[in-house]
């Protein structure tokens, strides 16, 4: 079945560095969403990407979608304090016995030091 | 407000006695999903429902039912509940299928001992 990767597992940056995540899934995805979760909280919607080789920035949030529609990554310039938490990738299910689902990537877990 | 409301928060319960974690949304969406959260494993889906009486598995199904009579309402239903289901459960919906914006309950932490 698809398969949604993401790297690394854990992060931990001083207030100011800049921060990377990367998701790679095992199928060509019709869109990717990114959600952000807080310590202790749900997750919450942070931007769909859907066309090849999409960019798109919300403040200091940089999102990109791979040419060929399987990896995505999403950069943070500048972390702070309120950055912390953990980031996902989920991508739908294409087709098939996968039709309907949407999968998540393990997730980052972002530690911010001040 | 819109929102997704999850009952309840949290629950000890011992092995084998059935519970059900409530979900409803009042959004109007279509597409509702039980999801739960292990750490280092992120969040896998249990059920989906892409509407009224139409539900499906998810990547970890054994275990868990689910039932969708009305379009606001998706319980996730445990009949007799493992240790190894202890976990965050969160429920989510969004507009229609899965390719949209999905929101959150706030999760029910379960504990099975």
């Known amino acids: 079945g698809q398969q949604v990767m993401q790297i690394p597992q854990y992060q931990h940056v001083q207030e100011g560095e800049d921060f990377t995540t990367y998701c790679n899934s095992s199928t060509t995805l019709s869109n990717i969403q990114w959600y952000k979760q807080r310590p202790g909280g749900h997750p919450v919607f942070l931007i769909q990407l859907v066309k090849s080789g999409e960019v798109k920035k919300q403040k200091r949030l940089t999102f990109q979608f791979g040419e060929a529609k399987k990896n995505s990554s999403l950069h943070i310039t500048a972390t702070q304090t309120t950055d912390v938490g953990t980031y996902f990738c989920?991508?739908?299910?294409?087709?098939?016995?996968?039709?309907?689902?949407?999968?998540f990537g393990q997730g980052t877990i972002l530690t911010v030091h001040p | 407000e819109a929102q997704v409301t999850q009952n309840p928060r949290y629950l000890i319960t011992v092995t084998g006695k059935k519970l059900t974690v409530t979900c409803s949304q009042n959004?109007?969406?279509?597409?509702m999903s039980w999801y739960r959260q292990d750490p280092g494993l992120g969040l896998r889906q249990i059920y989906y429902s892409m509407n009224v009486e139409v539900t499906d598995k998810g990547d970890v199904p054994e275990g868990y039912k689910v039932s969708r009579k009305e379009k606001r309402n998706f319980p996730l239903i445990l009949e007799s509940p493992s240790p190894n289901q202890t976990s965050l459960y969160f429920c989510a919906s969004s507009l229609t299928r899965q390719n949209t914006e999905a929101f959150f309950g706030q999760g029910t932490r379960l504990t099975v001992v």
């Open positions: 959004m109007n969406h279509e597409y």
């Open positions: 989920a991508g739908p299910g294409a087709g098939g016995t996968s039709y309907g689902k949407l999968t």
